[in-house]
């Protein structure tokens, strides 16, 4: 018999829009984790798409990483289009 595992569910409202994570379901395989999605989260709301992803492939950062991944933009105002002088004569920029 498969070993269950935990599948991470996100979905999406209508489209044009982003995925958001909703919740997990366990399931022995892809197929069962995609019917288990759709019985449990998908009778209360309308959704266009499901995306479901192994729990055990996800990865972060971690919270003493923060500086190396998050450093803000303070003093790095070239990446602002505000930083460029407009050159005369350009219009609807």
Same mark, same amino acid.
């Given at each position: 018999? #498969? =070993?269950? *595992?935990?599948? =991470?569910?996100?979905? %999406?409202s209508? #489209?044009?829009?982003? /995925?958001r /994570? ?10 069962? !984790?995609? &019917?288990h999605? %759709? $019985?449990?989260?998908?009778? %209360? $709301?309308?959704?266009?798409?499901? @995306?479901?992803? !192994? +729990?055990? #492939?996800?990865i972060s +950062?971690?919270?003493q $990483? *923060? !500086?190396? @991944?998050? =450093? #803000? !933009? %303070?003093? *790095? ?7 460029y002088?407009?050159? =005369?004569?350009? &219009?609807?920029?």
């Open positions: 018999m #498969n =070993e269950w *595992k935990s599948w =991470e569910v996100f979905v %999406r209508q #489209n044009g829009v982003a /995925h /994570h909703i919740g997990s379901v366990q399931a022995s395989d892809a197929c069962m !984790a995609l &019917q999605a %759709r $019985d449990v989260y998908t009778r %209360r $709301d309308d959704f266009v798409s499901l @995306w479901l992803v !192994a +729990s055990d #492939n996800l +950062s971690a919270g $990483d *923060k !500086a190396a @991944w998050f =450093e #803000n !933009a %303070r003093g *790095k105002g070239f990446r602002h289009a505000t930083y002088p407009v050159p =005369e004569g350009v &219009q609807h920029l």
